[in-house]
């Protein structure tokens, strides 16, 4: 009797116990999309929104989530965040938002439940401050692109891995010039083998092309914004192409996370590889190649224009 009574009986809810689990080191990045109309999409841009700054107040909606997971989620273990660090990408024409969120913090367990609510309820608060004016927004394709830490360790979706489809990625635009501080926006122009970019000041050097990511800017952007709002709105304050010195500004790779060796394919056969990442300040002032640039030498040479596609391979 006491035999059917168990077979019958149903698992009752309960936490997993990782009371024996060792505490690492473990972080989480999480990815998704909110899809608008290119209008709502430059009106958040300008600032022109009556609820006020979407992006500055989509992000604290998403780290006073992510903090609060456990009581969201039920079943998820109390954990520590040491770090949480929300990223939007605003294409230059477009229609969605890309929201990025990487959780760290040291436990017995992931952190990948913070994450995905810090994406999920930056993306509600984008939605709600601009419902008033689109109501068709759409929330899509949130996902984990990575985690590390623990037993099991490094996962990395296939999206995200070097010479997967994620890999791609778009010339932004080309930049040169014959002063190291600042370069021009050019329509064209010419990488040669060995040496870079026909007519810049860096070309034949170490570090014979330079390249930075649309999202370092953005993210910069974002930070003064949260520094003195008023005045990033009422001066128009930019980063534009070729300001901080880069020869192609890029978008949808992430440039930093390459390592030394790789191999990136631009337009139909211009192929460079990774020689550096970042380099040492010089002189006072932000500058972002320093900080998240990358520089690489010229295997294959070729004509480059904004709109170029460009591919990743994996190290060589």
Not at 90 to 103: E, H, M, Q, R, S
Not at 218 to 228: C, G, R, V, Y
Not at 259 to 274: L, M, P, R, S, Y
Request: glycine residues 8%.
């Amino acid at each position: 009797m006491s035999s059917q009574m168990d077979d019958n009986m149903i698992t009752p809810v309960k936490m997993i116990d990782v009371t024996e689990k060792n505490e690492t080191v473990r972080e989480a990045v999480a990815r998704g999309r909110i899809e608008m109309e290119a209008a709502t999409l430059e009106r958040i841009r300008r600032g022109d929104v009556a609820k006020g700054d979407v992006l500055a107040v989509s992000q604290t909606a998403g780290i006073l989530a992510a903090k609060d997971t456990q009581r969201l989620i039920p079943l998820c273990h109390p954990l520590l965040l040491t770090n949480i660090w929300i990223e939007f990408y605003l294409p230059p024409d477009g229609n969605y938002i890309d929201i990025t969120a990487t959780t760290r913090g040291i436990g017995k367990t992931g952190f990948e439940m913070e994450a995905f609510i810090a994406v999920s309820v930056s993306a509600l608060n984008i939605y709600d401050m601009c419902k008033a004016t689109d109501k068709s927004m759409r929330i899509t394709d949130i996902r984990l692109l990575k985690k590390s830490g623990g037993k099991s360790g490094v996962f990395i979706a296939e999206e995200n891995k070097e010479g997967s489809a994620n890999s791609r990625g778009k010339v932004v635009a080309v930049c040169i010039g014959e002063g190291k501080d600042k370069k021009e926006q050019v329509s064209e122009a010419v990488l040669q083998e060995e040496y870079g970019f026909v007519g810049d000041t860096h070309a034949g050097s170490s570090r014979q092309v330079s390249l930075l990511a649309q999202e370092t800017i953005d993210k910069m952007i974002m930070a003064l914004s949260s520094i003195n709002p008023l005045r990033m709105k009422t001066q128009n304050i930019r980063i534009n192409p070729g300001e901080s010195a880069e020869n192609l500004l890029t978008k949808n790779i992430d440039l930093i996370s390459l390592q030394v060796g790789t191999k990136i394919h631009i337009g139909k056969e211009a192929v460079i590889q990774v020689s550096e990442i970042g380099k040492e300040y010089h002189k006072p002032g932000y500058y972002l190649i320093p900080l998240e640039g990358v520089f690489a030498k010229v295997i294959k040479g070729g004509v480059i224009k904004p709109g170029d596609d460009i591919l990743v391979e994996g190290n060589s």
